[in-house]
């Protein structure tokens, strides 16, 4: 399986910006589609936005559309996950995944996501 890092959490006020980067080792990057999902205090993780192999497919969940942007660089195996506008209910710890099945399009089915990272802390304070 693929190893998954993410970093670039923290503290921002509202309305505030911050950038998530996610990177993967041993395996080929480029054959995993990649997502973000996010798990905020008692409830359950849902799905924010994933990417294709090549970048040329996204998907995003309705309440961050238009505030965040998913996107990635196959040469340095790294995905990111630029975020606008942050709201407090943006808090949560984020997750990236990875995923060999949907490579070709990109997924928002946890169950199409095979490695997971730690996660990373995002806190929106208003």
């Known amino acids: 399986q693929v190893q998954l890092v993410e970093s670039g959490g923290g503290l921002v006020q509202a309305g505030g910006s911050l950038r998530l980067s996610c990177l993967a080792s041993?395996?080929?990057?480029?054959?995993?589609?990649m997502g973000w999902f996010r798990q905020a205090p008692g409830k359950e993780r849902e799905f924010v936005a994933s990417?294709?192999?090549?970048?040329?497919?996204?998907s995003y969940t309705d309440s961050v559309k238009g505030r965040f942007a998913i996107s990635r660089d196959n040469a340095k195996s790294t995905v990111y996950l630029q975020m606008n506008s942050l709201k407090a209910e943006d808090t949560a710890v984020y997750y990236c995944?990875?995923?060999?099945?949907?490579?070709?399009?990109?997924?928002?089915?946890?169950?199409?996501?095979?490695?997971w990272g730690q996660g990373t802390q995002v806190t929106v304070s208003s």
């Open positions: 990417i294709n192999w090549n970048g040329l497919r996204t």
């Open positions: 041993g395996r080929t990057f480029s054959d995993y589609a």
């Open positions: 995944a990875a995923s060999m099945s949907s490579w070709s399009y990109s997924s928002s089915e946890s169950t199409d996501f095979g490695s």
